[in-house]
């Protein structure tokens, strides 16, 4: 088994930046695939970003590309996500994951992840 924890979430207002951190703990040898997905209020949770542990090849959902960088550590227990120019349709919960799969490039954006943190909230003020 695979614990996340999320840290780094907090109010900020518009154009400024945050930085989430996932802290992984347990069987992390055991994972390949890292990611972070958001829940917007009244909205589905929605995929941000990917990062395959092997290769370190990063997918994107649109709405970030250029604003957001999803990085890990050197070992797979961290992986961060450095938030850049945010805008108030970033505010919500923000989920990291990881799975123990190579997930297909259309894979990485579903939800059918093997582990997950409890989410850390992101407010942008306007």
């Known amino acids: 088994q695979v614990q996340l924890v999320e840290s780094g979430g907090g109010l900020v207002q518009t154009g400024d930046s945050l930085r989430l951190s996932c802290a992984a703990s347990g069987r992390t040898g055991s994972i390949s695939l890292m990611a972070w997905f958001r829940r917007a209020p009244g909205k589905e949770r929605e995929f941000v970003a990917a990062i395959r542990g092997s290769t370190l090849i990063t997918y994107y959902t649109d709405s970030v590309k250029g604003r957001f960088t999803i990085s890990r550590g050197s070992a797979k227990n961290a992986w961060y996500l450095q938030m850049n120019s945010l805008k108030p349709e970033d505010t919500a919960v923000y989920y990291c994951?990881?799975?123990?799969?190579?997930?297909?490039?259309?894979?990485?954006?579903?939800?059918?992840?093997?582990?997950w943190g409890q989410g850390t909230q992101v407010t942008v003020s306007s």
């Open positions: 994951a990881a799975d123990r799969d190579e997930l297909t490039p259309a894979g990485v954006r579903t939800s059918r992840y093997d582990y």
